[in-house]
């Protein structure tokens, strides 16, 4: 129940790395989607609702979960998981948003996302175009076009396309200046360039997913 899960990254001029791209496209359609560009927050059961966690137990239950995975072999770890495992005791939160999550979030640009919350109206589209309007406009675009990929994408894919676009927006200064402004000096005001997103051009997305821009190097060699 203390567990939290988020990809907050749009927020500092990012996108969902280190493997996000693969399995929050792997998420129901459209919930990685939805995840990855607003940053919303998952606790406790939501994880399993959305299949993000295989079990739930309690937190005053670790101990004794921690001493019989320590006893148990390889074999028998299934087991001791559904052993300490109980039923879940909340339902998913975002269940009364469902058909909008899916409808918004299904919209084959962040553009048209935006348009159709707008159309929609309700308390819970409005604070999701808030959240949305405070975000990296370059990484919105980066996002949804990372995880509008992905799912054609082997795991090493989706790492190879990650990095690549990583290197691009660290040399954009984007990032810089999300961390900047969210993390170090807290004014909470990052001066994303561009300022919106009818000012993210093709042209300027396309080097992020540009085969030559940059050469995998595994780590390690």
């Not at 280190?18 to 560009?37: A, D, E």
């Not at 609702?49 to 005053?60: F, L």
């Not at 909340?90 to 707008?118: D, M, N, Q, W, Y």
Request: proline letters at 6%; glycine letters at 8%.
């Amino acid at each position: 129940e203390r567990s939290l899960y988020a990809m907050p990254e749009t927020a500092i001029g990012y996108f969902p790395d280190v493997g996000g791209s693969y399995f929050l496209s792997r998420l129901p359609h459209p919930y990685g989607m939805f995840l990855g560009l607003t940053g919303h927050r998952l606790r406790g059961a939501d994880l399993a609702h959305m299949g993000i966690a295989t079990h739930y137990t309690e937190s005053d239950k670790l101990d004794a979960l921690k001493q019989d995975i320590l006893g148990s072999d390889s074999n028998s770890i299934l087991a001791t998981l559904n052993k300490h495992s109980i039923d879940l005791p909340t339902p998913f939160s975002l269940a009364p948003h469902a058909e909008l999550i899916k409808h918004c979030f299904s919209a084959g640009s962040v553009e048209e996302i935006l348009v159709r919350l707008g159309e929609d109206g309700s308390e819970f589209a409005e604070k999701l175009i808030t959240t949305l309007s405070r975000m990296s406009p370059r990484s919105l675009v980066i996002t949804h076009k990372l995880l509008s990929l992905a799912p054609g994408l082997s795991y090493e894919e989706c790492f190879k396309m990650e990095y690549k676009a990583a290197h691009e927006i660290v040399a954009s200064g984007e990032f810089t200046e999300g961390v900047r402004a969210l993390l170090v000096d807290k004014d909470n005001s990052p001066q994303w360039k561009p300022p919106t997103l009818d000012q993210v051009t093709d042209a300027m997305v396309e080097k992020y997913f540009d085969n030559d821009a940059k050469e995998w190097v595994p780590l390690g060699e």
